[in-house]
């Protein structure tokens, strides 16, 4: 059988679930609220490096077929024409789409919008972990609140 809290960090790295499906997971568990969101930003934080390695070698491996290829050209040409744009708000703007807990605006879409911006991976890295640990403390505190709620 998995170790509960191996399973909370596996959980937290799956990209539907992500972190609040790790935070819940935790609170099943019945770990206390701050092992639950240090295991959840470890499985969700884990992801970000690996996904900007895979995405880069997806995108070389697709720019070998010509359709691809021409796909790719026509992107990063489309953001190289806003590159001043990008630059000044695209770091801010993945921190606050990976904040936002809902469905699809997590890690794995901010790592694969940063990629397609062309933002700086460590930039990126920074600032999609920094969303990370911001969506933790409102599903945490939402989940806290609820759990409230429930035993009243």
Known sequence: ??????????????????????ILLGFYYGFSPLKTFCLAIIGNG???LLLFFFLKLLTDFLRKFKIFSRFFDWLFKKTLAKRRLIDKYGPLGLML???IPLPYTGAYSACCLAYLLGIKIKKAAFFIFLGV???????????LGVLKIISF
Do not use: C, D, Q, Y
């Open 46 to 48: 884990i992801i970000i």
């Open 1 to 22: 059988m998995f170790n509960k809290e191996l399973l909370v960090i596996l959980v937290s790295a799956l990209p539907i679930s992500e972190l609040r499906g790790g």
């Open 97 to 99: 789409f990976t904040a």
């Open 133 to 143: 640990l911001i969506a933790g403390i409102i599903v945490l505190l939402t989940s």
